[in-house]
């Protein structure tokens, strides 16, 4: 535990049911926490691994609205898109998420935007896929493939093992 | 990009532990190594029973049998958890990266807002 305001992201893979559950808190009130998930503008500008860009095709952030976008760098480049199932302001999103060179990976996510008090918001991102493979290959790759330090690491591993 | 080799290899340790009875086995040979009959000792189960939950968990990688011992001691394979460990840090630490970029982007909207008013 550390004495810091800011809390560092938490992770929850449940043995139970193929999902994962991250948690994390802002210095920012639902409104805007929202507005930088709802934006195009803005979302564009976060989402993603470190260092990647990304191209924005369609963001219709409402429910039965739709997205698509091109997210770039370290010389790979990926689509990725989903459906609005349900979006309530300040509230709740419900979305599909999917990598178009995956067809069959769909993710239903579930993103809640928490007030705790103090013009801070609680984000709680559920991820829910249909086989414990499905989960663990998101777990493994995730959007978020990059040759990292951890990869590398895990690859050595893999080779002892 | 993904290694499946190794995503196959999480997914067998992950099926191998959906399983409550398996949980169990596996918190107890946390503790230290013990035989089939001092695993079955706490179910109401049988000896053949437990016996086929060590199979899945032996072919998942996350326990071994000693071949030579007459007791046959099952011993838990613990780098498997901190390869599960690893994977699971990684995503989280990726996740986090994604966050703190968002941290920035929020403080960035309060200015333009104090300078819109």
Redesign the interface.
Known sequence: MTTDT?K????I?D??VPL?R?I?E???PPE??F??HTDPE?FK??????GYENEIETFDCRTGGSYRYKSSGDG?EGWFRGSFHEVRPNSVIIQTFNYEDIPDGVSLDRIEFEDIGGGRTR?TSTSLVDS??G???F????M??GV?E??L???A??AA? | MVDNAATDRLSDVFAALADPTRRDIVTRLARGDATVTELSRPYEVTIQAVSKHLKVLEDAGVVSRSREAQRRPVHLEAEVFDLMTKWIERYRREAEERYSRLDTVLEAMSDTERKEK
């Open positions: 800011k560092e992201t938490q992770i893979v043995p139970e994962v991250i994390r802002f210095d920012a805007k926490v507005r930088a803005i500008q976060w989402t993603g691994p470190n790979w984000l414990f493979e989960r663990d290959a777990i493994a790759s995730g978020e493939v990292t951890g990869y690491r895990l690859d591993i893999l093992s």
